[in-house]
């Protein structure tokens, strides 16, 4: 559906930073960038505002969401309540199709690591933990995830979680993960996954210089 492809590139284009955080979204100009029509481009607009990564200013002008310090650490809160079930679950229902999947977007952050790629680094680190909320099968937990928005968070933190560990560091912790899946230890699985994704936001704090306990 055209509508839906339209919907896929503008959400890409907000997550990738092609869309600039507090930069206007004039219809005339992405309907003609997407050749589409006015009313599915609407259509999406309204979807992504519904989503918050689009917000209406003065009824009509539309914004790409500019996430604060507040809205990045909220993310990661939830990621600290998602990610850690959706690993023990994961386990249970472990398969060798995902430890292989694991495995591969594994390879790939070691390879930007390397490249000094945080971009790319923090795509496949996304991808990995994405995988492990899929294979959950979690219908609520995967909506709650996805919701979440949680690619935008690496950007509007300069990457800092990926940029400031020891270079081996993120594979190591990832292949932790994989090897609880893999043996089916779902509360190893659970235990690594909440050390991960802790040890990440407490750098992002101090980058930030706030706390999720801060928090108005």
């Known amino acids: 559906m055209l509508s839906e492809k339209t919907y896929g590139k503008l959400k890409s284009m907000i997550y990738t930073g092609r869309l600039k955080p507090g ?4 219809e005339r ?3 003609r960038s997407f050749s589409v029509s006015r009313v599915p481009l609407r259509e999406c607009l309204i979807r992504l505002e519904s989503e918050g990564l ?3 200013v003065a009824k009509t002008a539309k914004f790409v969401e500019d996430f604060s310090a507040k809205d990045v650490l909220e993310i990661y ?3 600290l309540l998602i990610e850690p079930l959706a690993a023990r679950l994961a386990a249970q229902k472990r398969t060798p199709a995902l430890i292989r999947q694991l495995r591969k977007f594994c390879e790939r952050m070691t390879r ?13 680190d996304y991808q990995f933990h994405r995988a492990i909320v899929g294979a959950s099968k979690h219908r609520r937990l995967i909506r709650a995830y996805d919701s979440s928005h949680v690619q935008v968070t690496g950007r509007r933190s300069d990457y800092v979680h990926l940029k400031h560990l020891p270079a081996d560091t993120t594979a190591r912790e990832h292949l ?11 509360k190893a699985a659970e235990r690594a996954t909440y050390q991960h994704v802790r040890k ?3 750098l992002i704090q101090g980058h930030l210089r706030i706390r999720v306990e801060d928090l108005p």
Do not use: F, N, P
Not at 23 to 26: E, G, N, P, S
Not at 112 to 124: E, P, R
């Open 23 to 26: 930069q206007r979204l004039v």
């Open 112 to 124: 930007s690591t390397k490249a000094s790629d945080w971009a790319k680094l923090d795509a496949a």
């Open 29 to 31: 100009d992405l309907s």
């Open 200 to 202: 990440a936001m407490k």
């Open 54 to 56: 689009v917000r209406k």
């Open 77 to 79: 809160s939830m990621r």
């Open 176 to 186: 932790q993960i994989i090897k609880a899946i893999e043996h089916a230890h779902g």
